[in-house]
């Protein structure tokens, strides 16, 4: 295997407001209140440089469509408010991170600007605040990777839809401005498999804190790859973190072909000069009867690629080539589907005779290889330019760029990487510092790590080790141990937050709106058992949907206000003395008979194991 070199950078957004505004954070599917239209023109630097990667996107000409909804979008998502400080709650947890990474938390925190071309900020650009620098995290037995820096970021626009044809790309809003911890970590990662340690070791990190948001989309992950004598590849928007170890396999995979390549080029002898000089033919007669749906009657164009035969074809990642690549480069590019080159003919019905024609007529030599471009002339202009370029970095090796990831482990070309000099202060938000006092405060009351929390739920809180390895990293956990240092039942506690919340929330109740409060409020019902473990459930799927009613109400309109003990004893006692004869023939035999008509009667009134409790003591008073 050829020597890795690869770093995380892992963003996770979190389970609170925004960062900049002051509106919650929450995904709508539903139609949009609002929309509008910008465009995106790049401005010169000061030192009169266009960022590369700004002006692929300008050339394309694109206007961007953002939709939003009032209830969670305001003046500052559309940028046409300046941003409020960054939200405290987000600070802190960042805090919270740095401090549990042993990371050195700034003196002063800047919020900066960095430039975002895609049109995903409605301004141009991403808001991000450097918090602490240095740290490490231990990935397994024998190896602690360095983290480089933890910032705090706003999350960008959630893409919609594209319409091409238009020229125009769609946004949700909705997503702009939730608050992300980005932690990077230096390029220490020497295998797949450490990659995917990694990632899963900042994964718990960042839980731990209780404040990750959970779900898809919620932590993504960018992998730093290269390999010995390959370049430096950014692969963006890994959403899976069983995808990390076969990414880093496959660009490695990818970086070792392409070295494969340029050797070969080398040996062939090929020269700058043959890719310069591309000669373009239109070959549009050629192809003006042929069987071929895909060709037929369209606009096409050829060239020659000089003593490249079969490299075109040469597999780079399972299922893509050095064609993908090139079909890579003229998608964002030129705007077109893709190209058609010769190590993939015969296909797409094109015939053996057609290729015949097609190579006599660019004068192919048996060491060529030829491309197709279905488009007009200067669009297929423009495909061209971007083959001989990309065939030019073929030449050097591997060429430095940023790729999406793909759901089978492969990726694909998305943007040359961002110049350097893309970050600039915000010059609407003061810097400001984090005291010493701030961080002592945190750090007395900072997240346990996972193994401290299994040892005291199991030894201490008396928890089963099922459900205590479930709580360890549930975003309850922090309010969990709260509860019980207050004098609440660790078991009945964690089974309703673990368990009874689940049920009800399938069962339609919005469990989500549900604050600390209002659980400890029915914990509270349960423990001076105006609520039994039955109707906590039902109580709670009520105040989901009724935050403003008071507990005697909701308590009414469950209509089990549940029975005192003296009720529940002048209840049972009835049973008891209604069946005598019955106790006095079957004798302890008779307790499970009863058992079930108590528990018919009293449904709803009490739990199981208090009516057991008095029916037995009722039962013995029967006898004497
Ligand atoms: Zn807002």
């Known amino acids: 295997m050829p020597k890795l070199k690869c770093g995380i950078e892992v963003h996770q957004q979190l389970n609170i407001g925004k960062l900049f505004c002051r509106c919650p954070s929450f995904l709508r599917e539903d139609k949009p209140n609002f929309t509008v239209e910008r465009k995106l023109r790049a401005v ?3 030192l009169g440089e266009f960022d590369a990667a700004a002006l692929e996107v300008m050339q394309k000409d694109y206007t961007f469509v953002y939709e939003g909804n009032h209830e969670n979008t305001c003046l500052v998502e559309l940028d046409e408010s300046p941003p409020m400080p960054i939200d405290k709650e987000a600070l802190k947890i960042v805090l919270e991170v740095a401090l549990l990474a042993k990371s050195q938390v700034l003196d002063k925190v800047f919020v900066m600007r960095k430039a975002v071309v895609d049109g995903s900020n409605t301004s141009g650009f991403q808001r991000t605040a450097l918090v602490s620098t240095g740290g490490s995290l231990k990935i397994n037995e024998k190896k602690t990777i360095e983290i480089q820096t933890i910032a705090l970021e706003e999350d960008a626009c959630r893409p919609s839809k594209k319409d091409e044809e238009g020229r125009k790309i769609y946004y949700k809003l909705d997503r702009l401005g939730i608050p992300l911890i980005e932690l990077a970590t230096a390029p220490e990662i020497e295998t797949p498999e450490e990659a995917k340690q990694t990632a899963l ?7 731990i804190t209780c404040k990750a948001m959970r779900g898809l989309g919620t932590i993504r992950q960018d992998l730093n790859i290269s390999i010995e004598g390959g370049a430096r590849i950014e692969i963006k928007g890994c959403q899976d973190l069983g995808l990390i170890e076969e990414l880093v396999r496959r660009e490695m995979q990818r970086q070792e072909k392409l070295l494969e390549i340029k050797k070969e080029i080398m040996i062939r002898q090929v020269s700058e000069e043959d890719f310069k000089k591309l000669q373009v033919i239109e070959l549009s007669d050629l192809f003006k009867n042929s069987e071929s749906k895909l060709v037929k009657g369209k606009s096409i164009f050829g060239a020659r690629i000089e003593r490249m035969r079969e ?4 597999e780079l990642q399972p ?6 690549e090139l079909s890579d480069q003229v998608k964002a590019k030129a705007g077109l589907k893709g190209i058609i080159h010769s190590d993939e003919l015969p296909n797409y019905g094109i015939t053996q005779k057609e290729i015949t024609e097609v190579k006599r007529k660019l004068e192919l030599t048996l060491e060529d290889a030829f491309i197709l471009v279905i488009a007009e002339k200067e669009k297929a202009s423009k495909a061209f330019q971007a ?3 990309r065939c030019l970095q073929a030449m050097k090796g591997v060429p430095e760029e940023t790729r999406n990831a793909l759901e089978d482990g492969n990726s694909e070309y998305s943007r040359p990487l961002p110049g350097a000099a893309r970050m600039y202060p915000e010059t609407d938000i003061a810097n400001f510092e984090v005291s010493e006092k701030e961080l002592k405060e945190i750090s007395k009351h900072l997240p346990l790590w996972p193994e401290e929390r299994l040892k005291l739920y199991t030894e201490k809180f008396k928890l089963s080790k099922q459900l205590a390895e479930k709580m360890v990293l549930d975003n309850y956990a922090i309010f969990f141990e709260d509860l019980v240092k207050k004098g609440f039942d660790a078991t009945q506690t964690a089974v309703l937050l673990l368990e009874g919340l689940t049920k009800i929330s399938r069962e339609g109740a919005k469990v989500e709106s549900l604050t600390e409060q209002e659980l400890e409020e029915a914990l509270q ?7 039994t473990k039955e109707t906590l459930l039902e109580f ?3 105040r989901s949907s009724n935050k403003q009613a008071s507990v005697e109400g909701l308590l009414k309109e469950l209509g089990t206000t549940s029975f005192s003990e003296t009720q529940l004893r002048e209840t049972i006692a009835q049973i008891v003395q209604k069946n005598s004869a019955f106790i006095k023939e079957k004798g302890d035999r008779a307790l499970s008979a009863l058992m079930g008509e108590a528990m018919k009667e009293l449904k709803g009134k009490a739990d199981g194991a208090t009516i057991s409790r008095i029916l037995k003591e009722e039962l013995e008073k029967a006898k004497k």
């Open 387 to 389: 083959i001989a370029e």
């Open 311 to 314: 490299l075109l074809g040469k």
């Open 525 to 531: 019902l349960l423990k001076s058992k105006k609520l």
């Open 540 to 542: 709670l799927k009520l």
């Open 201 to 207: 070791a900042i994964g718990k990190l960042l839980r």
């Open 44 to 46: 010169a630097s000061e």
């Open 319 to 324: 299922g893509r080539r050095f064609g993908s």
